[in-house]
């Protein structure tokens, strides 16, 4: 039984984690929200490495959270997996729930074009 709000959101993670893998030709969209930031990274989980990232220091300039940076940052993050040919990908919520600022991020990467 989770303790705490950390405890609960790696219990999840672990749980999604064992369900999905990223690959070279489909990576891991993996996205991590901060009380003042938020972050995507394209990882390939067969060779350990990542292969895109972005973030809202990147596209905001400053420590910004909200819908519309969240929004900013899927669109950069996909306008950068276009270019190197990767459209199709698996998202990893890592362990926050699918609304507010991560599901902003997921609109907006798929409103530059990503699938998943």
Not at 59 to 81: P, Q, T
Not at 88 to 107: C, E, M
């Amino acid at each position: 039984m989770a303790t705490n709000k950390v405890n609960r959101r790696q219990r999840i993670k672990k749980s999604i984690r064992r369900k999905i893998k990223g690959t070279a030709e489909k990576p891991r969209l993996s996205v991590y929200r901060s009380n003042t930031s938020i972050y995507a990274q394209l990882v390939d989980d067969v060779k350990g490495r990542t292969l895109l990232a972005s973030s809202s220091m990147e596209v905001a300039g400053k420590r910004a959270l909200n819908k519309d940076v969240s929004a900013m940052v899927g669109k950069k993050i996909a306008e950068k997996a276009l270019e190197q040919g990767i459209s199709s990908v698996v998202f990893d919520r890592n362990g926050f729930l699918y609304h507010g600022n991560v599901k902003a991020l997921a609109d907006g990467a798929r409103e530059g074009g990503m699938n998943f």
